[in-house]
């Protein structure tokens, strides 16, 4: 039976790799055999789902949403072109910004955000928006697990191992992976300065009446940009930003006062502020958010699916077999752990990162446990890793998937080898500079 639940599993993963739109069909396919062989039984398909997950994908999903709605985004990036910045420092805030951005908003809608605002620009000043968006995707992957809720494997690693909100920034008395992502991100950041210095261009254009942008989802639920030439960017309403903060503050305090008393609360909090915000749109705004065309369910389900089969093999035994595999490496934990990081590394660089994550922290929940170690510095390795070395292909991270499909829309083909010139370096670098401080305050 192991045999079995491995091999749908693999083929499901081959699935998802390589036919990303196929992606519910291969793996609720697979649950479907396991289901019908005998494998898993329909009563366990719920206790292997994380229902915190879900709602919180779903809640961000939403606030997600009413941020680009505000036009708060545009706002602030014509705020920094106008400062008549070289276009190497524009092309480095604008990345920085979206990674800003992606600490406290899922990753794929940190780029349908900040898409129609960089194309914007690129036309502006006639230039490939390549570079652009490929910095943009990896500062967004970087950043995206600097918090809880930045990005799936970070939602899933804090609920797997009972952290918190607060627990990214401060934990057990010592500095959480926050503070060792921003050590990457600053070495990250000089790589793709370095870089956009070879495209360097004076801002000659007059910004100060910038065309607007509109975003325009069409029925595939993709986003694309009409410019409505003469109209500078305005701010529909701030609302949505405090709206978001809200919904960082009850996090917080959620982490310290609700932990313990209510296993939802995460859900609970994500949705709450969502439907909030759904109101508050649809009573001053006039406008329904659709919950077919504006949330993306199949990502939604897709998770669900993922969770029954990391569920399946971790029933079976056979995340156990591989965390005894591990254990050979425990007399030597730094060597431990850098087999965990850049052997992270190296898969998230070519294959989706969400289901290798589920398995790996429930493989390194066991391998701690029995050999009494402590094991945040192995998952907060392994979330580095995984995160971070989506950054090296274009096909890593689902971010990079949307970046490219985006710029292919506007006519832009990427190549691989383009991708990689810029992400493998930065991966290099920022990998080494944010696992090695991890392990100084974690060893």
């Known amino acids: 039976m192991k045999v079995l639940i491995l091999a749908l599993f693999f083929a499901a993963y081959l699935g998802i790799l390589f036919k990303r739109e196929w992606g519910l069909f291969f793996v609720y396919g697979a649950v479907s055999i396991l289901l019908l062989s005998g494998a898993i039984f329909p009563q366990q398909i719920f206790s292997f789902i994380n229902w915190n997950v879900l709602g919180i994908f779903l809640g961000t999903t939403i606030l997600s949403y009413l941020f680009i709605f505000s036009g708060i985004p545009s706002f602030w990036i014509e705020s920094i072109i106008k400062k008549g910045f070289s276009l190497p420092v524009c092309y480095l805030l604008i990345c920085a910004f979206t990674g800003l951005i992606s600490t406290f908003m899922e990753n794929v809608a940190t780029i349908l955000l900040m898409a129609p605002i960089a194309f914007e620009f690129s036309r502006k000043l006639k230039l490939n928006p390549v570079p652009l968006f490929i910095g943009m995707a990896i500062s967004s992957n970087l950043q995206g697990c600097a918090t809880m809720v930045g990005d799936s494997p970070s939602i899933i690693m804090a609920l797997e191992t009972g952290m918190n909100f607060n627990d990214f920034f401060w934990l057990n008395g010592r500095p959480g992976i926050f503070f060792s992502v921003q050590i990457g991100a600053i070495l990250g950041y000089i790589v793709l300065y370095l870089f956009f210095r070879k495209i360097n ?5 007059d910004f100060s009446k910038i065309e607007k942008v509109n975003l325009v989802r069409s029925k595939s639920s ?12 305005r701010v529909k309403s701030w609302f949505p930003l405090h709206l978001l903060g809200l919904f960082i503050m009850s996090f917080a305090l959620g982490s310290l006062f609700l932990a313990g008393e209510f296993e939802f609360y995460p859900a609970f909090l994500a949705l709450g502020w969502g439907m909030v915000g759904i109101v508050w749109q649809l009573i001053f705004h006039r406008e329904k958010i659709s919950f077919k065309r504006d949330i993306d369910w199949a990502s939604f389900f897709l998770l669900a699916g993922i969770f029954i089969l ?3 093999l971790n029933s079976a035994g056979i995340i156990g077999d591989f965390s005894n595999k591990l254990s050979q490496f425990s007399s030597h934990p730094f060597g431990l752990y850098n087999v965990i990081v850049w052997t992270s590394v190296l898969i998230s660089g070519f294959v989706d990162n969400i289901p290798y994550a589920m398995a790996m922290i429930s493989a390194i ?10 094991v945040y510095p192995y998952v907060f390795g392994l979330l580095l890793g995984t995160c971070i070395g989506g950054n090296i292909t274009p096909i890593g991270a689902s971010a990079n998937i949307v970046a490219v499909g985006l710029l292919k829309k506007e006519g832009y083909h990427v ?3 383009q991708f990689v010139k810029i992400g493998l370096p930065f991966t290099l670098v920022s990998v080494i ?3 090695l401080v991890n392990w100084l305050i974690w060893r």
């Open 365 to 374: 929940k066991l391998l701690a446990g029995s050999l009494n170690l402590s």
């Open 222 to 233: 993709e986003v694309t940009a009409t410019p409505l030439v003469g109209t500078s960017i």
């Open 415 to 417: 190549r691989f080898s």
């Open 201 to 205: 261009t004076p801002l000659k254009q």
């Open 310 to 312: 990391v569920g399946s």
């Open 433 to 435: 500079g944010s696992c």
